[in-house]
């Protein structure tokens, strides 16, 4: 009973965090919808008795329609009476719509809420825990379960309001006849305890359909991202096999909860129907035979049990969706816990120089990757990092990108120590061309200007960046130019123009500071001179931090740092480290350059 509270509290503490008092206004609709109701029909009581001419003492055996005739002070005849109804009725009909036309609204703005914290979530999430997190999860998450939650809204405030219309009929019922309403309640609650059954196995089987989605939308993102491979290997088939398995494991769980629905639904009648009854049969042998309360409570009670059923099924409905309630919840924890975290002092550009600081770090597994860096970088100074694969390149760009935090020692930008930082003002000055260059299934305007309106002077601006990243020549010989449509990850253009166009978006973006991983390791040897040219004459503009496979690229670098598994080995230019460095002079030879 208490971890029953405790789960209803759970819920309603989750829409309470979006809704807020709405959640009282909805409720107070709905009070006033059955408060209408319950009264107007008990006002047929004195209607029927003064048609058919029951009553000849002006007096009524029923409490409520006295209580509203004398209160009011209203003539006791037909007309009175009829009026009073119409009245009652057309309020609670403008309450009822009210109370659908809430629900609607209100959903809409839970929705576009929970939708925008996690966009808004997820932009913060931190990129240590977003590497470690399965992708499936967070698809399912945004999308699937966020559709569910949207379902589970709707019935759990079905559910409240028809629990308050509940309440209302039952306090009419008790202020009618309580021994009557006592007896159906009674049988009522002992129904209830049959049907715990049920609802234990609808939330089981909710939360498994969850966590099967998940598994299923992973494989999904996987089949997608991988297709090109899949395909060319034959893998795509046996891919498909695991794919059609879990529909038949969420098939499963799905067919589960709609027999316990249908069993719910197929009993509710019967017991509802052998309550009354019993009640009935008790109440005129043991308790009284007051025929108008009876009648009366029976009409609220009749309502009252209606109304219970179709509350129990809706909430057996809402307990078929909680699942999704449960995932976005813990998915929400989860980004709350990770946020990235950020600093108060504006970025405004770099003045000096970026500086590691006897940084060490290591990935959630522990294991140190990086050793004791202490490494200066100056403003538009383009730095090169080498080493052999597995050496901790990335990770030490991603330290100095901001992306990962220093297990110890200090990252400091101008003297100020990265912590302090607002971190969406710094990451907008910075340009990052990843391995794999990112590419929106959008025109190619889009997809370097970043969606930005397309003025004559952001097409100014995204010609010049077309110059220097060298894809001008390319856009310009396609028959739709800039408007050209890329595909799904670039699906339509190869390795090397991919790249060149990310180039260009950072280029775009006006980024001061430029990362770039392997970013010519696609290109072919004509491209990759004229980009290395363009990043030369990028030179003194830009602070550039480059990783590069090909040593003959790092040529046109200020500097190079020499990265041997997770320490620096040896700083210095491309001749010096010629000369003075054993590890460099090995990868160079290695190369045969
Ligand atoms: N997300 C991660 N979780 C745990 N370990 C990781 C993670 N990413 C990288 N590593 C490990 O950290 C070490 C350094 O990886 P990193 O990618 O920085 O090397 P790299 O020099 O850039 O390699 P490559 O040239 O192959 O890209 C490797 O041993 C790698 O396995």
Redesign the pocket.
């Known amino acids: 009973m208490i971890s029953n509270l405790k789960v209803n509290f759970y819920y309603f503490r989750f829409f309470y965090r979006y809704l807020k008092l709405k959640i009282i206004l909805i409720s107070i609709v709905s009070l006033m919808v059955g408060l209408l109701d319950g009264i107007g029909l008990a006002m047929f009581i004195p209607l029927i008795q003064l048609a058919f001419g029951i009553d000849s003492n002006n007096k009524y055996q029923d409490r409520i329609s006295n209580f509203i005739l004398e209160n009011f002070h209203l003539e006791i005849d037909l007309l009175s009476v009829f009026l009073v109804i119409v009245i009652l009725f057309s309020i609670k009909a403008i309450f009822k719509f009210l109370e659908s036309f809430l629900r609607v609204h209100y959903q809409q703005i839970f929705m576009r809420k929970v939708r925008f914290e996690n966009i808004d979530l997820l932009s913060e999430f931190d990129y240590?825990k977003f590497?470690?997190t399965e992708a499936g999860k967070i698809q399912n998450n945004l999308s699937s379960e966020v559709n569910r939650l949207s379902i589970a809204f709707r019935l759990y405030f079905k559910t409240i309001q028809i629990s308050i219309l509940v309440i209302v009929y039952l306090g009419l019922a008790v202020f009618t006849d309580w021994r009557f309403t006592i007896l159906v309640v009674l049988g009522g609650v002992i129904m209830n305890f049959v049907f715990l059954i049920f609802y234990k196995r609808t939330k089981y089987f909710s939360k498994k359909f969850s966590s099967e989605s998940n598994v299923f939308q992973g494989l999904l993102m996987q089949k997608i991202n991988n297709f090109q491979y899949l395909k060319a290997t034959g893998l795509n088939r046996s891919f498909g096999k695991q794919l059609k398995s879990k529909i038949f494991d969420i098939e499963a769980f799905q067919k589960k909860l709609g027999i316990v629905e249908a069993s719910l639904g197929a009993l509710r009648e019967p017991f509802a129907i052998a309550i009354v009854s019993i009640s009935i049969l008790i109440y005129s042998k043991f308790i009284a035979d007051d025929i108008a309360s009876i009648i009366l409570s029976l009409l609220l009670l009749y309502r009252c049990l209606t109304y219970f059923l179709a509350m129990q099924e809706q909430w057996n409905l809402f307990l078929g969706v909680s699942g999704s309630l449960n995932a976005v919840n813990d998915f929400n924890s989860m980004l709350i816990k990770n946020k990235d975290s950020s600093g108060e002092n504006k970025f405004k550009g770099l003045k000096n120089s970026l500086n590691l600081r006897n940084v060490d770090f290591g990935?959630?597994?522990g294991?140190p990757?990086l050793k004791n860096i202490n490494l200066s970088i100056s403003k538009n100074e383009i730095l090169a990092i080498v080493?052999?694969?597995?050496?901790?390149?990335?990770?030490?760009m991603?330290i100095i990108a901001g992306i990962l935090k220093p297990s110890q020692g200090e990252y400091l930008v101008d003297n100020y120590n990265f912590g302090g930082i607002e971190a969406e003002s710094f990451k907008r000055r910075l340009g990052y061309i990843v391995?794999n260059p990112v590419i929106f299934n959008d025109t190619i305007f889009n997809n370097i200007s970043c969606w930005l309106p397309k003025t004559s002077e952001n097409l100014d601006k995204f010609w010049k960046a077309a110059k220097k990243a060298s894809i001008y020549n390319y856009i310009q010989s396609l028959p739709d130019k800039e408007n050209t449509l890329l595909g799904y990850n670039g699906i339509n253009i190869s390795g090397g123009q991919k790249q060149r166009f990310s180039i260009a978006r950072e280029l775009f973006k006006d980024s001061e500071i430029l990362f770039m991983?392997?970013a010519t390791s696609n290109l072919d040897s004509e491209t990759e001179f004229e980009i290395h040219n363009n990043i030369k004459n990028l030179k003194g503009e830009y602070t550039i931090v480059l990783?590069a496979?090909r040593l003959a690229t790092v040529k046109s670098a200020d500097r190079i740092v020499v990265?041997n598994n997770?320490h620096i080995e040896d700083i210095g230019t491309y001749n010096y480290l010629i000369e003075n460095c054993s590890e460099f002079k090995r990868m160079v030879n290695l190369q045969m350059l």
């Open positions: 240590q590497v470690v990935y959630h597994n294991n990757v080493g052999e694969s597995g050496s901790g390149k990335t990770t030490l991603n391995q991983d392997e990783i496979h990265l997770g």
